[in-house]
């Protein structure tokens, strides 16, 4: 049995220690708000904070996220910063299909814990990782831009 | 991909009644929408054909709004601009309206514009335009006549205000909620009058889109977020080569991995059940599965570009003919001719191919995301042996659809592994099954021959174009005297006067490769030929290529208007360092007109960086602004992903790309400024979600040429090592 601290809840999941925990959050805990996208690290829809740096959950084991602080998407508005990341995707419309938007909004809380006047390059740099197939960048660089003017 | 539009969706008085009063249960007043017959002309056939609805409205007596409807949302921003145009004539906030998702059936919910339920071909909202405003007026207008009943005043001294109806010399209101059971005693009045557009309070805002909060929390649910109680996981692996079949799987070692319970073997692919998606993938790595590989697996991109530019050369149906265009050439004194080229493109939708099915004997379930929950119904009815009225389609939210969700072979190989299973199972594709079993949007090989005067302006224009028919698989129908419309769509019919003109039109299937539509199919293609020639035939004139198409637009003030202030805003003729260029591009499809100028700088080694993209669009009568400033930022990005980096290649019968990795799309890093300009019209609304995709791609390879004065006539761009 591994124990896991998600969003700072203990849980429970019986599940083999090789196991992505992108897939123990999905099938077993059944925390559908992070997204499988391509399964090896690529596309950034499975992004998570492990202890608070982004990691992408479908290339990180369930035995290396035990003991750790593990934040998913459903607890993003429970921080004064998630919030305001949340409240810039609604003002500029940011998410159209919706799908890449979990990940593409835990990259930018990251970013934004670390840096709180991001400079295009930061934003750029921080938020490659994530693939939007529908071509909201844009508007999430805006957004991001929006929350840290309001951070 | 294009439909054909009766008319310009303006009122017509001889169309059936479309419009009736239903039984809404638990009370209310309950609107019932023939989309069909709106959308009909009046012909003795269709004026006594019965009332259909395919769309309702509801209010109840809390005052709740919800509207049914059948058009999907993926992103397009459907689900708020159709509440908008309801809610404009309701006189209530478009937040009121709720919308559901409409239940599978092809005969209740069809889209007028195409005939069965789909979402597609940029139509959500052009199909939408008057009968959703007409819905709601006519609400209006029952909610009103049932106050002013029950005031004993004239309905004329009434009116409705946010959501009341308000009788001001008496000071007296009612709240909808109020009046909808009395309304729903009343007839339904005939052509009650629209707004209008100088009265519209709500079309032409830009409303926030409803479905955003839920798409920030985790909250919105996909096809793949589906959890059913009891539900077991299966994931698929398809004959690696196309028409290949199953020969071996070790089933005991697939057992051996904890958590796997089944393994499931079709003709053409194998399934492993799992407690979890990951128990699945490990059984079905560990079940080792073997093919026989079938008749296609000596294939590869050569031999069916060969086949393509084989059929090329002989005559095709003619999809256009306009003067003696073969006459013309002969007489020529000059003569000017290209071939172009466009790969296999994968859709790529973010959300992976998956759906749930549960079969059980008297019955089915199906959860996922579709652009066709009606020929989903047919499939999985055909699949199971059931009944169509025993499949029922749960839809969902689309992780991108693109033209991939308008196709169900993953819901039909969903319901083949759910016949074998006891109890629900989520059928989940990885993203290399996804791009290695996508169905591509056609390799395209375009030969043009033109004629020029010495001026340098076409006198005959012949266009020759084959590839793979979409639209005789998908419509049969629709193909007449052998030409696919869709596929020809903007080559047939170019905004500009090019003298005689001869289009003809080749399908030639690629062997055992399946073909599907993609972001504005048939408008893309051409328009990355027709513009880029157009393009070509600019510089051999030596002529600004802005200025170059202004003659050829004479007669097309739209187009025009679109070119010029893309030109305008993009400072059009202004120096540019070396090494940068401009490219300009017009397309006219899908009821709208765009005109892009791209600039890009292209690097010592070859690297080309886009730079910046000016995107003018004239979609007639906007509904919501901010909607179609997204489409048109989405469709660029789209597009320039696929121009620089699309290319599904196949080598032994197999696609040789699987990932993001070498099936490469544009990252924020490459997303270059857009600023996308709307031009104010009262036209009828236009298609947002595909020309703007059709648009850059020769924009982009204009530009190319600009900086470098190397003519791109083969997509994409940027070949990856494979």
């Not at chain 2, 599904?648 to 890093?669: A, C, W």
């Amino acid at each position: 049995m591994t124990i896991l601290n998600v969003n700072d809840q203990q849980r429970e999941a019986d599940v083999p220690a090789d196991m992505p925990l992108l897939w123990v959050l999905r099938d077993v805990l059944q925390m559908t708000g992070t997204k499988f996208g391509c399964g090896r690290g690529l596309c950034g829809a499975c992004m998570i904070h492990l202890d608070g740096e982004p990691v992408r959950s479908c290339v990180t084991t369930v035995g290396a996220a035990a003991g750790r602080r593990i934040m998913t998407i459903e607890s993003v508005g429970g921080t004064a910063l998630g919030r305001k990341v949340q409240q810039a995707w609604i003002d500029l419309d940011v998410p159209q299909c919706g799908y890449c938007q979990s990940g593409q909004i835990m990259s930018a809380i990251s970013l934004l814990a670390r840096s709180s006047r991001p400079s295009d390059t930061d934003i750029e740099t921080a938020m490659t990782a994530n693939i939007c197939r529908c071509g909201t960048y844009p508007r999430i660089r805006e957004a991001i831009k929006r929350a840290a003017g309001e951070a | 991909m294009t439909v054909s539009q009766g008319g310009r969706g303006c009122c017509s008085h001889s169309r059936r009644r479309f419009l009736k009063i239903g039984a809404a249960v638990g009370g209310g007043l309950l609107l019932g929408i023939d989309l069909a017959a709106f959308a009909a002309v009046s012909d003795s056939e269709t004026t006594h054909a019965p009332f259909e609805p395919n769309a309702f409205l509801r209010i109840d007596a809390g005052g709740r709004i919800t509207f049914v409807m059948q058009f999907i949302e993926m992103g397009q921003g459907t689900y708020t601009s159709i509440p908008m145009l309801i809610a404009e004539e309701l006189e209530v906030d478009v937040d009121r309206v709720v919308v559901e998702h409409a239940p599978a059936d092809d005969k209740v919910y069809a889209n007028p514009l195409i005939g069965i339920q789909m979402t597609g071909g940029s139509t959500s909202v052009r199909a939408s335009w008057e009968p959703m405003r007409r819905a709601g007026a006519t609400a209006r207008v029952m909610l009103l006549n049932a106050a002013a009943g029950q005031w004993g005043v004239d309905p004329k001294s009434c009116e409705a205000a946010d959501g009341y109806i308000l009788h001001r010399s008496s000071a007296r209101k009612k709240p909808y909620g109020d009046l909808v059971d009395a309304a729903a005693r009343l007839p339904v009045p005939q052509d009650v009058a629209l707004k209008e557009p100088k009265m519209f309070k709500l079309i032409g805002t830009s409303h926030r889109r409803l479905d955003t909060p839920a798409k920030v929390n985790g909250s919105a649910t996909f096809g793949i977020d589906v959890l059913i109680p009891r539900m077991k996981f299966a994931v698929v692996a398809i004959s690696p080569t196309f028409g290949g079949t199953l020969a071996d799987v070790d089933e005991v070692k697939a057992k051996a991995v904890a958590g796997v319970s089944q393994v499931v073997r079709m003709q053409d692919a194998v399934a492993v059940i799992g407690v979890h998606t990951w128990a699945a993938k490990q059984g079905l790595a560990a079940a080792n599965a073997t093919w026989d590989v079938g008749t296609n697996a000596w294939l590869s991109t050569a031999d069916v570009v060969n086949q393509l530019a084989t059929a090329c050369q002989k005559p095709g149906a003619i999809a256009r003919r306009e003067g003696e265009a073969a006459r013309v050439l002969e007489s020529a004194t000059q003569r000017m001719q290209a071939v172009y080229e466009q790969p296999f493109l994968a859709h790529a939708a973010l959300e992976p191919m998956n759906c749930t099915v549960h079969v059980q004997p008297n019955g089915c379930d199906v959860w996922v995301g579709t652009q066709v929950a009606g020929t989903a119904r047919s499939a999985v009815a055909r699949v199971t042996g059931l009944k169509p009225e025993q499949v029922r389609i749960h839809n969902h939210l689309l992780g991108g659809g693109f033209g991939r969700r308008l196709e169900v072979d993953g819901i039909v190989r969903a319901a083949q592994v759910a016949k074998q299973v006891d109890g629900p199972v989520k059928v989940i594709w990885t993203r290399e099954e996804d791009i290695q079993h996508d169905m591509y949007r056609p390799y395209y090989y375009d030969h043009l021959v033109v004629a020029l005067n010495e001026s340098g302006r076409p006198t005959a224009w012949t266009h020759r174009i084959a590839g793979s028919s979409i639209q005789a698989r998908f419509f049969p129908q629709a193909v007449k005297n052998g030409v696919d419309a869709d596929a020809v769509e903007s080559a047939a019919n170019p905004a500009y006067a090019l003298g005689a003109m001869q289009v003809e039109w080749i399908a030639q299937e690629p062997p055992g490769i399946p073909t599907a539509f993609w972001r504005g199919v048939g408008v893309t293609r051409s328009t990355f030929v027709v513009e880029s020639f157009i393009d070509e035939l600019a510089a051999h004139a030596k002529v600004d290529p802005l200025g170059y198409r202004l003659t050829l637009l004479e007669r097309n003030s739209r187009a025009r208007a679109v070119l010029e202030l893309a030109a305008s805003k993009a400072g059009w003729g202004t120096k540019l360092p070396r090494h940068r260029g401009r490219g300009i591009a017009l397309c006219t499809g899908f009821g709208s007109f765009i005109g892009q100028v791209v600039e890009v700088a292209v690097g010592t080694h070859g690297a080309i960086a886009v730079t910046r993209v000016v995107c003018v669009v004239d979609c007639g009568l906007v509904v919501n602004p901010d909607t179609v400033r997204a489409q048109m930022q989405s469709g660029i990005i789209f597009g320039l992903s696929a121009a620089l980096y699309g290319e599904i290649t196949l080598k032994d019968g197999r696609v040789q790309q699987s990932n993001f990795h070498d099936y490469r799309v544009l990252r924020m890093n490459e997303a270059p400024p857009i600023e996308v300009h709307l031009i104010e019209s009262v036209e009828a609304p236009g298609g947002v979600g595909e020309p703007a995709t059709s648009c850059v791609m020769p924009a982009l390879t204009n530009a190319v040429y600009a900086a470098t004065g190397k003519r791109v006539r083969k997509l994409p761009l940027v070949t990856a090592p494979v």
